[in-house]
């Protein structure tokens, strides 16, 4: 079975933090290192967007520009785990916050992805 497992989401006040961690399970994600890893976002009423990507080594990294310089995506193949590290939050990154994985290289658009979790939600209240 295939999993993403997304967590540490919760209700923060703007300027606040939160970090994301995504765990990956399943005989697919072996090894783990062979997939890219990308944080998406969906606001209601709102298509889900692109937040940040990772390459399988982790050497390479990728953001919007509306969290840029605020987020920081990272990953640990040994633990088979991505994170998002989101700082500075302002009331607009509410919204339900997936981690994404695929075999190809880490892309800024849904249709790229494979495999999806279920979301954790993020709500920064001002």
């Known amino acids: 079975q295939v999993q993403l497992v997304e967590s540490g989401g919760g209700l923060v006040q703007a300027g606040g933090s939160l970090r994301l961690s995504c765990a990956a399970s399943g005989r697919t994600f072996s090894p783990f290192s062979s997939y890219s890893m990308g944080w998406f976002r969906q606001a209601p009423g709102k298509e889900r967007e692109f937040v940040a990507a990772i390459s399988w080594g982790g050497g390479s990294t990728y953001y919007a520009d509306s969290v840029k310089g605020r987020f920081t995506i990272s990953r640990d193949n040994p633990k088979n785990m991505a994170y998002l590290q989101m700082n500075s939050l302002k009331p607009e990154d509410t919204a339900v916050y997936y981690c994404?994985?695929?075999?190809?290289?880490?892309?800024?658009?849904?249709?790229?992805?494979?495999?999806w979790g279920q979301g954790t939600q993020v709500t920064v209240s001002s």
């Open positions: 994404a994985a695929d075999r190809d290289f880490a892309q800024a658009t849904t249709k790229a992805y494979e495999y």
